[in-house]
């Protein structure tokens, strides 16, 4: 019986890295070069951010905190495919009750919600409530390769260590 390798990851992490030695607070893997833009932008420029910057979503910000999210995928499905004008503003279309985390937060607390809610970026706030970065499933990921790699540098008992 065929196993698929990615369950088989998740189900260990979840089980033993995330509920255990994870406790790094998530503003260790956050991204604080955060593109931001007001709910008055409009779509077209919107995409122009994401292109020049590199990114697949833009926080839409008042005042410092987060009120939304747009993504690569929303400006597909809630614009392009409906026919909209892409000069309509960006708080027409966007992500409006998003979920954030906290600069304190674990990242094992994080992840849970971000399974939990099927979601891949989560804006990170301050105490104030301002934003403060974002962190996505890939930064997620790569905290996760990197507790693997440290875990497979354990030499095994009887073993001599293996040199990288």
């Not at 008055?40 to 979503?57: D, L």
């Not at 600069?103 to 934003?131: A, F, T, Y």
């Not at 930064?139 to 540098?153: P, Q």
Request: some cysteine; overall charge negative; proline content about 4%.
């Amino acid at each position: 019986m065929w196993t698929c390798p990615i369950c088989c990851i998740t189900t260990y992490l979840s089980a033993n890295i995330l509920n255990s030695s994870m406790t790094v607070k998530i503003v260790k893997r956050m991204r604080d070069e955060t593109i931001t833009a007001s709910p008055q932008t409009s779509i077209k420029e919107i995409a122009n951010m994401m292109a020049e910057h590199g990114v697949g979503c833009v926080i839409i910000t008042h005042m410092e905190s987060p009120i939304g999210i747009i993504t690569d995928r929303d400006i597909v499905l809630r614009v392009v495919a409906k026919g909209k004008n892409y000069d309509i503003l960006v708080e027409e279309v966007m992500t409006k009750d998003i979920l954030v985390a906290h600069e304190n937060d674990q990242i094992r607390d994080v992840v849970k919600i971000m399974r939990e809610k099927s979601i891949r970026r989560i804006p990170v706030i301050d105490n104030n409530g301002n934003l403060s970065g974002i962190v996505t499933f890939d930064d997620i990921f790569v905290e996760l390769a990197d507790e693997i790699f440290n875990l497979s540098r354990i030499p095994r008992a009887g073993m001599p260590p293996k040199t990288y």
